[in-house]
Structure formats: C-alpha cells, structure tokens
C-alpha cells in the first residue's frame, strides 16, 4: 500500500503558475503509473496527467497540453505537476493518484488504486 500526500496548491492569478507535489511512502515508487485528476465545484472528477512507471511517457488532457507538465522524481518518491499559464476554468481540487495494476498510461479513475487527500488550486480572473 502507498500513501499520497498532495501539496503546492494555493490562489493565483490567471496566466501565473503553480507547481504540484504528491509525495509518495514507501519503496516501491517506481512499481506504480501516477496520475493527476481534478474535481471543481459540481462536476464529475476528471483527468488531467499521467506518467508512465519509467517516467518516459506522458499523456495529458486535451484542457490542459501545452500548459501543464507532469514529471516525476524518483530520488524523492514524488511526481510534480507544473502548471503554467492558468485559467480561471482550472479551478478544481486536485489529486494525485497510483496505479499499482495498470499496464502503462492511465486515463480513468478506475485504473488507480491509491489516491491522495486533495489540494485546492484557485485561479482569480
């Protein structure tokens, strides 16, 4: 079992920037996919990010590529999503998430085993 502890998030402007740490326990990091997903006020939560176990390949959301990267260190047990140039529509709580069963990309909630508490992103227009 891994625990997921999410940070990084707070209020900013629309156009400015935040960076996203989930901090993963254990020793087995690299076994799991991680993922980000989103949930704003009364709506469903979405995907938004993931990486692969090696961290080679990554696939996005089409709401968010070009703007946000997710990138994971391994040294550090953490996967980090950077998001630049935001919008007032990414307002949302965010979460990370892993996948200890999944093959390789990871799109659906359903496909990760383990999820973080949340932290709330806010985006002023």
């Known amino acids: 079992q891994v625990q997921l502890v999410e940070s990084g998030g707070g209020l900013v402007q629309a156009g400015g920037s935040l960076r996203l740490s989930c901090a993963a326990s254990g020793r087995i990091f690299g076994r799991y996919v991680m993922g980000w997903f989103r949930q704003a006020p009364g709506k469903e939560r979405e995907f938004v990010a993931t990486?692969?176990?090696?961290?080679?390949?990554?696939t996005y959301s089409d709401s968010v590529k070009g703007r946000f990267t997710i990138s994971r260190g391994y040294a550090e047990n953490t996967v980090y999503l950077q998001m630049n140039s935001l919008k007032p529509e990414d307002t949302a709580v965010y979460y990370c998430a892993a996948g200890l069963r999944v093959v390789d990309t990871a799109t659906r909630e359903g496909q990760y085993d383990f999820w973080g508490q949340g932290t709330q992103v806010t985006v002023s227009s």
């Open positions: 990486v692969t176990r090696s961290g080679g390949s990554t």
